[in-house]
Structure formats: C-alpha cells, structure tokens
C-alpha cells in the first residue's frame, strides 16, 4: 500500500517486546524485498536484527539509524560497510538531543569521519538534524534549520528530517 500511495522507501522496523527480532527482521525483509521495487530502510536498534535485515535484502538498503555515541559508531558502521548500505544518521550522541546547531554539527562531523575512516562513501550517508514538537520547543526550530543549512553546505551532504514531529 506504501509503494502505491508513492512510498520511495520502505522503512522496516519490527521490534517489539518479547520477539525474536532477529528472525522476524530475516522473514520480513525477505517477504517485503521480493514483492516491492523500492530500497529498504532497515530500522533496529539491534544490530543483529539490522545484520539479518541486510542479509536478507535484495539490494542495497539504507540503516535508519546510527549516531554519533562510540557503541552506534562501532557497531553499525562496520555493518554498513560491510553490505554496501547507506546510513541515515542522527546528529546527536551519548547525551542525549543537542539544543544547538553547534552541537549537531559536532555530532555530524563526527558521524562523517567516522564513516569514511569505514571506507563508506559521503554520498551514502546522510543526516537526520533532529526536530522536537515546535508548539513545545519554538527555540529549537531555528537551529534545526541552521543545522540542516550546514550540513548541506558545509559538509555537502543529504539531509532528511522526521517531520511528524512538527506541529
């Protein structure tokens, strides 16, 4: 139904309590891979999960999402590589989300060095700069945006950002 509504990617995500996610990330993928054209966005904060995923696709997927703490770095990153996928990557790290593009760029530039020390190339990573309910948080909205205008232009990558959050 996403594919004819117009979907460009599929976002896979079947984490749920007390499931065996590895498994069902590998039959999923597999049943959702050979009915649909579209690239697979594999979605786990479990990276054996995100490994069968992989895997398991026909293509190259992307992996929604790494960020910028050492455990996301060291664990995903090598996983990306490993299968060719794109990564989308969230600019914020141990601490938790950044109140300011400083931060985010921070947390961006280090995802990015981290990557291509991997051998993943620019061109496959991109940056979610993060945005919050803008009736609750109306300071954060400029520097979402600041930090989503660097990164295109001083880091020169893609950008993508959860919209459902704006209100």
Do not use: H, W
Request: net charge negative.
């Amino acid at each position: 139904e996403q594919a004819d509504a117009g979907a460009q990617i599929l976002d896979i995500n079947v984490g749920l309590p007390g499931i065996d996610e590895v498994d069902l990330m590998r039959r999923v993928v597999t049943a959702i891979g050979g009915a649909v054209g579209l690239p697979l966005q594999i979605d786990s904060s479990n990276p054996a999960a995100i490994e069968a995923g992989l895997r398991a696709a026909p293509g190259k997927c992307l992996i929604n999402s790494v960020n910028a703490s050492e455990s996301s770095l060291q664990t995903v990153l090598p996983l990306a590589k490993k299968y060719g996928a794109a990564v989308v990557s969230l600019a914020l790290g141990e601490s938790g989300l950044p109140s300011s593009s400083d931060e985010r760029m921070a947390f961006a530039q280090k995802i990015v060095d981290a990557a291509v020390k991997q051998g993943i190339p620019r061109e496959d990573i991109a940056i979610d700069c993060l945005t919050l309910t803008v009736s609750a948080q109306q300071g954060q909205v400029g520097q979402t945006l600041e930090a989503v205008r660097r990164v295109r232009t001083e880091l020169g990558l893609e950008t993508v950002l959860g919209v459902s959050n704006i209100s």
